[in-house]
Structure formats: structure tokens, C-alpha cells
């Protein structure tokens, strides 16, 4: 699940996966909006005033009137689309700018979203760095889509992923935006394009412009759109600090979204335009950024329920290209799930609380009551009337649970190996993949309400953000149970787990860790990894082992971006070792000087995107020496725990979430077997 780096409110702009209702600071005023899709779509855009009204049709953007002030979108309809967008030349007087999408009509096409690949946005600078992403899955008889909104908030802008879709098409959403004449306008600008004459659509009869033509010119449109200062408030979700005690980090890595960094091996991600074809020709329905050629299959039907009675649940059951992509979705939707109906449970619970409260005030205020026995009767009553509320709160919860604990049943069984607990049996069956990986588990997540309902803690692959597997005695019970030494062999062992899953799920020479041992204390936890034979170099020790694997993983980052920035792909060193990298790294910050330190925080911002990944173990108190200089690279990882702990929050409602750590099943001989089918790959592989 995230990881997709998740904003918040004090997070600086970074490359995100946005899910909907998530916002992301957008740090450049002039962008670039992509857009592929599984068939031609038609682009528009709307600007609304602090309603989110548009007020007239010199409001949009559309194939026949493409321009607006810092607003340019597509005149023809195509599965590859671009918006050009100029934050700064929007009038003041705008409030939003929605980002839509609809299927043309008439054309022969497909009537509906839900029978294509979902559509996919990505909002870069004007360089071609991304910024967020956004793959609307979920639409099924939906034929115009709201993709995106950019909006304004204290000044600065942000994009939001909206992803509501609307099955009247153009003319329910316009409506839904609060254009006059809506439906005529809507229906001239599908004639239009679906004869290609875009040029010739009419604007419907309104009161700001009876009869009027819409202007194609950029001159004419702009003075007439408008804006208020200000802006609507983003889905703020739980903060990303990773101080011990502080805010939970806030998953990442939410359904439907596009792993970042690169993809093809070179740090080069595949040109969102050569997803779809152009319009009328052969449909591409290659992913973005995944190697798939399939079109996306439907789920699989649920098994008919009896009269009363909820679907019997079915692994599987979500949009996605593969099955892969379908558990995945699948299990984000069960998280979803879980904490919504939770958050709902909570709320009920509250409300019983606070009612019976206040009819406890009003009887107490009134003197009558304190008359024979009027009060305790109106006291019981109000108790009653609370534990009724609860009852009915708890039932509706108990009914959800049961639902989300039978699909579980089904999903996790059917979960592959990077998905998968290690007493699944598929690790039994596994063998070396020939596709690079979606999503990693790293753990399981459960609330209060129901301890053994545990959901998969899914993150998307490549990583964008490392993990620091925390060392310390966070706090939590279990962390205070056990001494340092404890705790250290655990996160360690933790680390050696996660990374063996990595190896096992990419193809060989996808895939190379590295580690640093500087102290050589982890030499028993390392133990696995250095018998089968999956790392290139053996663990880095002292001072000079520091230097050596830093320079050589700073310098791998530095070739990758010139590379990319020249656009010289080829020009890498025959030698480079173009798959992803992991560095481990224990016990930090013993055997790191200032420059170690420096480069280390270079690789945690900069690896990500060029495939170089940190998996840091260690206690934060160990480093309090070096004072703020380290918070960004705390705040840059996201934090786990080789023990239970509570400290992670859903990017819905905020809600704790208690985090357990895969574990190795007692005498269990799987990891031995796993990582000697992966050295005996890798042998393979290089001869």
C-alpha cells in the first residue's frame, strides 16, 4: 500500500500516487497534464468561481474553444492527450480548474468507461518531471469523468484526484458544474467532434450570451472567464513525520496508481503518449509503465448469493490488467473498507455519547426533576437510549467485519508470493518471475474493533520513498518488552526478510541489494543472504567499506540523471548495473563521517527516481548528535517496526492503525529454498 508518497498539508512537493480525494502540492505554475486511456477521449476544462460553478460556456475549454487563459487543452480526440496549463495566467477571479475527460459519441467507440483501461493522468513540470499521478479505476457505465482539479490554497496551487464519473456523459456533468444550457451545449460539441469540425459548435442560449458564438482565439476568451482568491480545503490526511510518538506516517502506495522512477531499467520511464493510439486507429492497451499487452480482463463474477443473504466474496474481485493488479486493488478496497466502516462505528458511538449528554444536561437543569422520581427515570431512559444507539452501531460493524473477514478468507490464499505472508503455501510453489513486480507486503494492518482482521500493508514497486525499519524502543508495549539487543536482531532479521522478497519477486538482474555493516554486528541476520550467494559484494564494514559502497551508488545516481537529462540513454557505461538497487543500511550512523552522511541523505532524496532505494536500520536516538541535519531523511523514509506498533494512518479518516511485521514461521527452511532458486537464476543469468 503507499507509498506512493502521501501529502499532507506540511509536505514539501514530491513525486506522489494520488487516490481519490488526495491532494499534492504542485511546487511549478506551468505544467503539463498527460493523459492515456484505452480508447480516444475528448478533453476539456472548466473553470469554476468559489462554488465550483462554471457560469457560462466561455468558462471551458473544449475542442472547438481550446483556449482559456493559462488553459489549453487537445482539439482532437485521441487516447494520448495533453493539457498545457499556466497557473499564473488564470484570472484572479477563478477558483478551481477541473480537468475532464469524456468518450466521444457517435464514433463507433466504446459507450462507457468500464469497458476500456482506465484512463491515466500524470501532471508534470514543463521538463517532463512528474509531479502526481492518478489512475481512475472504478468507473464502469461512466462516460465523462471529473480527472483532476487544480485548486488554490493560501495562496499556493494543489492537485486533487477526483475521479467522479458521470453516466449521462458531458451533459450531466456540466449540469452537475451548474452551466446553463448544459445539455445543448454538451451534444454540439460531440456532433462536432465526432464529425471533426470542431470549429463549428455552437454555445446554447443563456442569459450571458443569447445566441453567442464561442470563440475559438485565445484574444477573445480572455477577459471574459473570472476568479476569487482562496481555496477549497484538500483531503488532509495524518502527517508523515518519523520521530517515535509523533503523527502517524500516512500509508502509501493508495490502488490504482502508477509505480514512479524508472521502469525500463535505465531510469527512463516510457512516454505517457505511446500508451494509446491516435483516434480511430488500433487501441494500445499496454499500462503505463507496466510490460502488458493484454486488454485489462474483468473480475471475476461473484458465485450467485441466496434471497437476503451479501455475494459470497471472490478473489480477484477489481479492476486491474492482471490478476496481480486486481488482488492489489482488491486489497486496498478491503482497507478501504475496513476503515470506513470503522470511522462510521466511531462516529455512531460518539453521537450516542454526546446525546445522552445532553438530555443528562437538560434533565439535571431542570428543577422538576430532582421531584420524586422523575430524574433516575430520565436518566435510565437516556441510557437507554445511548446503549440502543451503540447496539445498533455495533451490529452494523459486526455485519461489515463479517463480510471483509470472509473475503479475506478468499483473498489471501490466492495472493502471489510478494504479496504473500511467508506461511503461504505459494511460497512453496514459487518460482522465479519473469515480470518485474507491482507491490511489496511489508506487514499487516489491523484496528481495535477486530484484532484478527488483518489487512495486507501493500506498497507499490519501485519504491519512491525508502524504509527505515526503526531499531529503538518506540514505545509501543511489545518494543518495551525487549532489550536493544532484541530489538537490533529483529529489525535486522526484518530488513533480511524484505529484501529477500524483493529478490525473490524481480526477475534476475532486476535486482541488486547492497549492505552495510559497518560494525559487522549483523553478520548472524545477514547470514541467509550471504550463504546463498544473492549479493554481489559482501556486506561493506569500517570507515573505507562506507566510502566505497556510497561512492559507488552516488555515482550510479549522478550517470542515470545525466543520462536521462541529455537524453542519452545509451551512453551508460556497458558496466553500469542498470537494475534496481537496494542499500541496507545498520546501525546508522556508526562508521559514517559528515561526507558518508551527506551522500547518504543525496541517495534518499535523489535514488528513488534512478532506481536506488535505502532501507535504513536504526534507532533515531543513536544520531540525535547530528541534530536537524538528519530530519529530512527521517521524514524521507517511511517508518516500520520489527515489533507491533501503532503508528501508521490511513490516508481516509486518519484512524491508528497497529502495524505487524511478517515474521518467519518457527523451523521454517523457506527462505533457505527461496534464495537458492534466486542464486541459481542469477548464476544462470550471467552465464
Known sequence: MGHRSVTDEGTEAMTAELVRGQNHPLPHSRLEIRVTAGAPVLACATLGDDRGTVLGVEWIAHPGSPTLPGIEVSRQAAAGLRFHVDLEAVPDRAHLVHVLLALPEGVGGPSRFGTTAAPFAAVTATDGTEIASFTITGLEAESAVVALELYRRQGAWKVRAVGQGYAGGLAELFGDQGLPGAREFAAGIQEAVARHMASAIQAPRNSAADGARVRSDRSATATQPGQTAGGAGGAAGAGTTSGAGATPHQLPGTPGQQPAGPADGQGQQPAAASHGGSAGGRVNYTHPRRQTTAPPTPPPAAPAAQPGQAPRPVAGDATGWSMEERLYNQVWGMFEDLARATAAYRSAVDFAESRMDQE????????????????????????????????????????????????????????????????????????????????????????????????????????????????GRSGSEAALMLDEGQLRRLAMDNAVGHAARLLAAYPPGEFTVHVIDAAGSAALSLAPLVAAGVLNQPPASGAAGVSAVLAKLTQRVDLVQMAIRGRAADSLPPDLDTGEQLLIVNDFPHGFDDRAVTQLRYLADEGPAVGVHLMMVADREDASAYGPVLDPLWRSLLRITPVADDHLADPWVGHAWTFEPLTMPPGSQILRQVLDQVAEARRAWRR
Open 360 to 471: 443528562l444536561d437538560r434533565v439535571l437543569s431542570d428543577p422538576r426533576s430532582r421531584i420524586g422520581g422523575t430524574g433516575d427515570v430520565a436518566r435510565e431512559a437516556a441510557r437507554a437510549k445511548r446503549d440502543q444507539l451503540t447496539d445498533q452501531a455495533r451490529e452494523a460493524l459486526d455485519r461489515d467485519l463479517g463480510q471483509l473477514a470472509a473475503e479475506s478468507e478468499v483473498v489471501e490464499p490466492a495472493l502471489p508470493p510478494s504479496y504473500a505472508r511467508w506461511d503461504n503455501p505459494v511460497w512453496h510453489a514459487y518460482r522465479v518471475p519473469m515480470d518485474n513486480p507491482m507491490a511489496l507486503r511489508l506487514g499487516d494492518l489491523h484496528l481495535p474493533e477486530r484484532t484478527d482482521l488483518r489487512i495486507p500493508m501493500l506498497v507499490r514497486l519501485p519504491l519512491e520513498r525508502g524504509l527505515w525499519i526503526d531499531s
